[in-house]
């Protein structure tokens, strides 16, 4: 069982340049997130999923786009990354809200 | 803007201690999570209260709904135990679909 599969693990990126931070389970979860993680700022939604083809914006959403066009994969896409984005990002899934999250391993990725 | 507040931000304890970890929610919740952040970055779940109380090993999850607090306790606390501790909640309302994470926990367990 593999859980939740998030790629890459590190990446570095110029200013200017776009990317897809990628995210699998297979665990037939209908909700899926993404988070920032920055020093002293706790976890930050993105973006989430309740489900294929429904999206929706979370506390920080601006630079960042998502799809959900399968139930298994919710890819994050930084459209032109600029310093700012510089963090550790986690993707999520569960069932919903209220039951038990499953974590991905995280990407951290540095931003020049 | 419904906020969570975690208390301690830092916390070390001697091998065997009894340690607890607080966290506080502004306005009603339909659920609340106990996170662990291991030292190489890994995010696991511990527990997911509604209400009352749950246990898992050396773990204990509590939540008092009326008085908008969380505790978890570890008893017989060891080196391993070390991590950040996180607790996040599904407030009701506009934007239930959310969840807001405190900042966490740092925990240090000396032996």
């Known amino acids: 069982n593999a859980g939740v599969t998030q790629t890459p693990k590190f990446q570095v990126l110029k200013t200017g340049q776009s990317m897809t931070l990628q995210c699998a389970q297979d665990?037939?979860?209908?909700?899926m997130s993404w988070y920032r993680q920055d020093p002293g700022m706790g976890l930050r939604l993105i973006h989430y999923?309740?489900?294929?083809?429904?999206?929706d914006q979370g506390e920080v959403p601006n630079g960042y786009n998502v799809s959900r066009s399968t139930t298994e994969d919710f890819p994050l896409r930084l459209l032109s990354a600029a310093p700012s984005q510089t963090s550790v990002y986690f993707c999520?899934?569960?069932?919903?809200?209220?039951?038990?999250?499953?974590f991905g391993s995280g990407t951290q990725l540095s931003v020049l | 803007k419904n906020e969570v507040e975690q208390s301690p931000q830092n916390l070390t304890a001697q091998e065997g201690e009894f340690i607890t970890i607080n966290c506080s929610y502004s306005v009603g919740i339909s659920a609340l999570h106990w996170l662990q952040q291991h030292p190489g970055g890994g995010i696991v779940s511990l527990f997911m209260l509604s209400s009352g109380k749950k246990k898992h090993g050396r773990l204990i999850a509590t939540i008092n709904i009326q008085e908008k607090h969380s505790s978890l306790h570890i008893t017989a606390s060891h080196p391993r135990d070390s991590a950040v501790y996180i607790c996040?909640?599904?407030?009701?309302?506009?934007?239930?679909?959310?969840?807001?994470f405190g900042k966490g926990t740092k925990l240090s367990v000396i032996p």
């Open positions: 665990m037939n979860h209908e909700y």
């Open positions: 996040a909640v599904r407030f009701y309302g506009a934007g239930s679909y959310q969840l807001t």
């Open positions: 999923s309740v489900g294929a083809g429904i999206t």
């Open positions: 999520a899934s569960s069932y919903s809200p209220s039951e038990k999250l499953f």
